[in-house]
């Protein structure tokens, strides 16, 4: 049976309807704009009055007669002022429009994305934060999520940027490897690539997760407002340390930076600094860095076990001792330091049993820079000698007292080849580059609080002084000034900072780089029996102080 085919009314029905529904929408639309005004000030007068009828309903019944006559009277003086009716339109039209603009809709909770990441992370987190004994888990498998996170935000990428975790009370979390597993699932699941920080509140049961921004890089070498003794080793962050100094940053501008200030002398509680990294995390610039904050005020004495030539800069230099690079060098330095720290002490012991001050050659600091001791050491058992850390032994224990500081700089690679004394008197300890949580735990005694990062720029790290918290840290820039690889700001930078050379005389030889003195410590001979005069009694050299 063949189809007939439908009227042409019915065929081109739909076409026409859809023509005339999207007519309508265009005159609806362009109505909208130009009526758009007229809407406006129609809902802010239904607003005005709206608020204007809540204020009536709210004002007292004893108080409605003197407000009705104060609003009559204000009504009547426009009224008969000249073109007061018309400016009171204009106010309130004016008003009207102000109260009626459409306002953007702020957003209060999370979009569809962030929803999803957040029960994501609160699903991996239902093994850690839950025991089948719970009668009401804050953490169960497609529960709800808003009860265990208080407070979140993201970043444009809809990357979490800070998290409020409330945690049950029953969890460990006063033992580290809990926390640690946590913090681990946590950096993973919010992202990698970041530097993370975790503050645990073990009495209110809570863990803030928070994103840190990368510490200023563009800070250089400079002469930073310290007085003696205080060596700024780098810059952290703001809600770390309460310090400030005045910096020159990137384009001449000066701002206040949060330092990490190392207080060294007498009183000092970490009179000696130990820095570990990777080859090129920064630590010969952290060493170059010390010694031109050091130079203004002391001695500086370089001992280089790596033999590059990163301290030539410094040779010759008004303030160095020497800079050595070699083995024979080295020793001769290094014992000649050990002589000079007995001597100050002997110095000053005497002088504070005679009642007198300390003489000026022993309150002039002395600094001892050791970079790589390790090579020296492998080559001194190669040649047979001692290794030259054993020279610092006497520095390390009595340098407090005698103002000798000892700054010691080593690879990962041989941190086992540190000696005992160094180990144990280095109560400053820097981290620089990157490095694994386990190893930052080895040097700095304990963990840090945030994650660090596998991509770090040079002179990035971690800092701990003493028994203090663990801080992040960013080492000024300090390059070699005669590297080509050095750009012309920091060059100039540092060879501002130097100090001028020493004129040699050419009258008479060079005078040796190291000097050993002996220092006598027996009694001197008595008198001879033959003399009239009784004989003194013997003179007993007096015993270095302890540190």
Request: proline share 10%; aromatic share 4%; glycine share 8%.
């Amino acid at each position: 049976m063949a189809r007939r085919p439908l009227p042409r009314i019915l065929s081109s029905g739909s076409t026409q309807i859809a023509r005339g529904r999207e007519i309508a929408r265009t005159a609806a639309d362009s109505a909208t704009d130009v009526l758009h005004p007229l809407i406006t000030v129609s809902r802010g007068l239904r607003k005005l009055a709206a608020s204007a009828r809540a204020k009536w309903a709210a004002t007292p019944k004893e108080r409605r007669g003197p407000t009705l006559f104060l609003v009559a009277a204000c009504v009547l003086v426009v009224a008969l002022l000249p073109y007061g009716p018309l400016l009171a339109l204009v106010v309130l039209m004016g008003a009207a429009a102000w109260k009626g603009r459409e306002r953007p809709v702020a957003r209060t909770g999370p979009d569809e994305a962030e929803t999803a990441r957040l029960k994501g992370l609160y699903e991996a987190l239902v093994p850690y934060f839950s025991v089948p004994e719970d009668p009401s888990p804050l953490f169960s498998h497609g529960g709800d999520w808003s009860g265990a996170f208080g407070e979140y935000a993201f970043d444009g990428d809809g990357r979490l940027t800070r998290l409020r975790i409330s945690y049950p009370p029953y969890f460990a979390d006063g033992e580290p490897a809990a926390r640690a597993r946590v913090e681990q699932l946590l950096h993973a699941k919010s992202g990698r690539g970041r530097e993370y920080r975790f503050d645990w509140d073990e009495e209110g049961n809570r863990l803030v997760l928070s994103v840190l921004p990368a510490l200023p890089t563009t800070i250089a070498a400079q002469r930073f407002v310290t007085v003696p003794g205080e060596t700024v080793l780098g810059f952290t962050d703001a809600d770390a340390v309460r310090r400030t100094v005045p910096v020159l940053a990137a384009e001449g501008a000066t701002e206040d930076a949060p330092a990490v200030v190392w207080r060294t002398g007498p009183r000092s509680t970490e009179p000696h600094l130990l820095a570990v990294g990777q080859p090129g995390s920064g630590t010969t610039s952290l060493l170059r860095s010390i010694a031109l904050q050091a130079l203004p005020h002391g001695d500086v004495l370089i001992v280089e076990g790596g033999g590059t030539g990163e301290y030539a800069c410094l040779t010759g230099r008004a303030g160095v001792l020497a800079v050595e690079c070699g083995l024979s060098g080295a020793l001769a330095s290094l014992e000649w330091a050990a002589h000079e720290t007995e001597r100050r002490l002997i110095a000053a012991n005497r002088a504070r049993q005679a009642g007198l001050p300390a003489p000026e050659d022993t309150r002039r600091p002395l600094w001892i820079l050791l970079d790589r001791p390790g090579v020296l050491g492998h080559l001194a058992a190669a040649d047979g000698r001692p290794d030259p850390q054993e020279l610092l032994q006497v520095p390390l224990r009595h340098g407090r007292a005698a103002q000798v500081t000892v700054v010691v700089a080593e690879q990962f690679d041989s941190v086992d080849m540190l000696s005992e004394a160094v180990r144990t008197h280095t109560r400053a300890r820097i981290v620089l580059g990157p490095a694994a949580p386990g190893q930052i735990e080895a040097v700095l005694g304990v963990q840090p609080h945030t994650t660090p990062t596998p991509d770090v720029p040079a002179g990035r790290g971690y800092a701990r002084l003493g028994t203090g918290p663990v801080l992040r840290l960013q080492v000024p820039a300090t390059p070699d000034p005669y590297d080509d690889a050095t750009s012309d700001a920091h060059r100039r930078a540092v060879l501002d900072l130097l100090p001028e050379r020493t004129p040699a005389s050419p009258a008479t030889a060079p005078a040796p780089t190291v000097v050993i003195e002996k220092i006598p410590v027996t009694a001197p001979d008595p008198a001879p029996a033959a003399s009239p005069a009784p004989a003194p009694g013997p003179l007993h050299a007096p015993v270095p102080a302890e540190g």
